[in-house]
């Protein structure tokens, strides 16, 4: 029985959108938050950046090229840019929480106010493909300007506007509860458990083999862009 990826991990290769330009002229993806979940990239290939908005500092842009590495944590609003073909290992915390429903694209306050809506704009990768998705990445960056030009002029609005949408994200993942606790509890829980019971045992009694790999793996439209998530590795 499979027990999971390396330390209860989530593993994802993300190829950033770069078919079309997005409304401020970048290849990007959708802003958007995980309440609970950490997030780190290691960038496999290309080049571009990834933009981060948090209570504390605000705004910033950390540049990534080929060999570099970026973590940040839950309630940090990011986005991914391409500059040239940027492709990234995506390494989440709780066994890739995020991809199981903690995260919320930022498409501004007025799509929130609006349920119907807005789960019109998250279902159009389903529903109309790679389009959609493209389509929803536009809705996303229409709101998005919209937010840095708050933080270019208006920075009370821009914190209070960021607070607004991270706090709703994490009251509404929290309806989740008993179903994320699940899964932390098979993941990072069953490591953590996992690695204290080692102490106490010798190496060799925990010594099989599993791997996995990305070949085969289906591709599906993400949030940032085109994924392939490492599945459960199987003995080898």
Request: charged share 20%.
């Amino acid at each position: 029985m499979s027990t999971g990826l390396l330390a209860g991990i989530g593993l994802t290769r993300l190829h950033v959108y770069d078919h079309r330009p997005a409304p401020d002229g970048t290849m990007s993806g959708c802003a958007h938050v995980h309440a609970f979940t950490d997030e780190a990239y290691y960038v496999i290939s290309g080049s571009g950046a990834v933009e981060l908005h948090d209570a504390e500092r605000g705004f910033r842009r950390v540049p990534l090229q080929a060999g570099d590495f970026v973590q940040f944590g839950p309630g940090t609003l990011h986005r991914s840019v391409s500059e040239g073909g940027l492709e990234v290992l995506a390494l989440m915390s709780n066994s890739g929480l995020a991809e199981r429903g903690d995260a919320r694209i930022y498409f501004g306050a007025a799509v929130d106010a609006d349920p119907a809506k807005f789960e019109h704009l998250r279902a159009l990768p389903r529903t109309h493909g790679l389009e959609g998705a493209l389509q929803r990445r536009d809705a996303s960056t229409h709101a998005y300007i919209a937010l840095l030009k708050l933080w270019q002029q208006d920075r009370a609005g821009y914190f209070t506007e960021l607070q607004r949408f991270v706090s709703l994200h994490r009251t509404l993942a929290a309806e989740h509860q008993p179903q994320y606790e699940a899964v932390i509890h098979s993941g990072p829980g069953h490591w953590l458990q996992r690695s204290l019971e080692r102490l106490h045992k010798p190496p060799a009694a925990d010594a099989n083999a599993v791997g996995a790999a990305l070949a085969g793996t289906p591709e599906t439209l993400g949030m940032c862009g085109l994924l392939r998530q490492v599945p459960d590795p199987t003995p080898v």
